[in-house]
């Protein structure tokens, strides 16, 4: 058994099957508010985390332009977009098990172990929740091909907390924010009921993982005594690879913490990098 939660955060991201991945992720998270709850926290520890996690042989990860394009107003459409879904939570968990294990030579208060163990535990509920829904629906995760590109950001900010901090929560899991009512509102309209109590319960609770990035980056600045929204927007531009694109889940997106000029200002083109 895993005696810190940087092991127990290796051994979530070097599992490959989705369900046991996840299934491994809520009882270590399990294990860790337990013994919060007795005031004996277990160590954080140490680990070296893989440079890609485990993954299973389906679906077959192709590049984002292979990725077959299917109309929504279908069935068959609808079990991609939720085939989508299910791939980006179950990245989403591997994400947050990443950031405790990857960053440990950066002195946390324990409060930011806290908020990423219970994100990476409900990305294991909404990825089970999804899967649910597929099967419900005649398929299962792996029955498409799917993103090769999602682990991209983990990899570009492997040594930049603030960068990981600001691209994937900030920005990817903000996006989440601007999509989701759009998907509830197809599938309300197709009748299913378990797809939109799946999606409701993920929009709800996605609400507080993009502010426990805004928290946590807000709090590295401070302690910094840099401005946080310079530093967003050099971080966003250098590793973020495109611009925001509007319409935005303003609202959301403030209860989470992120202030319009944050990313309005990224919707704009990139400057042209000087040539040395």
């Known amino acids: 058994m895993a005696d810190s939660l940087a092991q127990m955060a290796v051994?979530?991201?070097?599992?490959?099957?989705?369900?046991?991945k996840t299934a491994l992720s809520r009882s270590h998270a399990a294990r860790w508010f337990a013994a919060r709850n007795t005031g004996e926290a277990l160590a954080i520890g140490h680990a070296s985390p893989p440079d890609m996690p485990a993954r299973p042989e389906k679906p077959e990860l192709l590049h984002p332009n292979d990725v077959p394009r299917r109309r929504p107003g279908s069935e068959v459409g609808r079990i991609a977009l939720l085939h989508a879904v299910a791939h980006i939570e179950l990245n989403a968990v591997d994400l947050?098990?990443?950031?405790?294990?990857r960053f440990t030579d950066h002195p946390m208060p324990i409060g930011f172990y806290d908020d990423w163990v219970k994100a990476a535990d409900e990305e294991s509920k909404h990825f089970n929740l999804i899967c649910d829904c597929?099967?419900?629906?005649?398929s299962h995760y792996g029955a498409m091909?799917?993103?090769a590109g999602m682990w991209r950001a983990a990899s570009d900010t492997?040594?930049?907390?603030?960068?990981?901090?600001?691209v994937v929560p900030m920005v990817l899991e903000a996006r989440g924010l601007d999509v989701t009512p759009g998907m509830i509102a197809l599938f309300k309209k197709a009748g299913a009921t378990e797809a939109v109590a799946a999606l409701e319960v993920i929009y709800g609770e996605?609400?507080?993982?993009?502010?426990?990035?805004?928290?946590?980056?807000?709090?590295?600045?401070?302690?910094?005594?840099t401005d946080p929204k310079e530093v967003f927007h050099r971080l966003v531009r250098r590793y973020f690879h495109g611009t925001l694109k509007p319409p935005f889940n303003e609202e959301k997106r403030a209860d989470a913490g992120m202030p319009p000029d944050f990313y309005w200002p990224l919707t704009e083109a990139k400057p042209e990098q000087t040539k040395g």
């Open 11 to 20: 051994e979530v991201l070097t599992t490959a099957d989705g369900r046991a």
């Open 96 to 101: 947050h098990w990443d950031i405790i294990a």
């Open 134 to 138: 597929l099967a419900g629906m005649g």
């Open 145 to 147: 091909p799917a993103h």
């Open 158 to 166: 492997a040594h930049d907390l603030h960068g990981r901090l600001a």
């Open 206 to 225: 996605e609400v507080a993982h993009v502010a426990y990035g805004s928290k946590w980056f807000n709090w590295l600045c401070g302690r910094d005594g």
